[in-house]
Antibody, heavy 122, light 107 residues
């Protein structure tokens, strides 16, 4: 069974930093593209970042480019999101989301973790 | 970025009703469209991929279709457990983009 478990969320002041983690199990993590998607309270879904299985291809949404860094450790079956210079508008539930296996194919997603809440407030 | 226009934003229906939600892409995305169901406090759950393919384990009352850049999601006979918000999502290209969501409520 595919499982994705996020952690690391919490309350942080504007301008602060936070590192999210996602522990994956139930599938060969090192073969899959991974993504972060977020959802502000009461709002819709916004894709944040993408990382290929080998970490050679990385993309970010314009709204987080230069502030967030996605990474992965295939030996630990883990995905990360380092978030710096946080703003109030970054307040959201952050989901770890599994993609496909092949970078040059359309980037479909399927399984989602339960999410971790990040609140940026003074 | 590809814009996804989803309608309606909410609807009210009775158990057993046929429910239809539409999504229009701002450009050709072929059939690279998924539909997700999200219940309150839960993560989205994939129901349909490639516009019309049912994800394993999803009841057959859910279906999807495509006509050009217009996509339709249908629940053939609404059940109480289908009360949720539904999102379309294109994966033709990054950034992945989602429709605004349709909240389905019981009448």
């Amino acid at each position: 069974e595919v499982q994705l478990v996020e952690s690391g969320g919490g309350l942080v002041q504007p301008g602060g930093s936070l590192r999210l983690s996602c522990a994956a199990s139930g599938f060969p993590f090192n073969n899959y593209i991974m993504n972060w998607v977020r959802q502000a309270p009461g709002k819709g879904l916004e894709w944040v970042s993408y990382i290929s299985p080998s970490s050679s291809i990385i993309y970010y949404a314009d709204s987080v480019k230069g502030r967030f860094t996605i990474s992965r450790d295939n030996a630990k079956n883990s995905l990360y999101l380092q978030m710096n210079s946080l703003r109030a508008e970054d307040t959201a539930v952050y989901y770890c989301v599994r993609g496909g296996k092949i970078e040059w194919e359309p980037p479909a997603v399927d399984y989602w973790g339960q999410g971790t809440l990040v609140t940026v407030s003074s | 970025d590809i814009q996804m226009t989803q309608s309606p934003s909410s609807l009210s229906a009775s158990v057993g009703d046929r429910v239809t939600i539409t999504c229009q892409a701002s450009q050709d995305i072929s059939n690279y469209l998924s539909w997700f169901q999200q219940k309150p406090g839960k993560a989205p759950n994939l129901l349909i991929y490639a516009a019309s393919n049912l994800q394993r384990g999803v009841p057959a009352r859910f279906s999807g279709s495509r006509s050009g850049t217009d996509f339709t999601f249908t629940i053939s006979s609404l059940q109480p457990e289908d009360i949720a918000t539904y999102y379309c999502q294109q994966y033709d290209n990054l950034p992945l983009t989602f429709g605004g969501g349709t909240k389905v409520e019981l009448k």
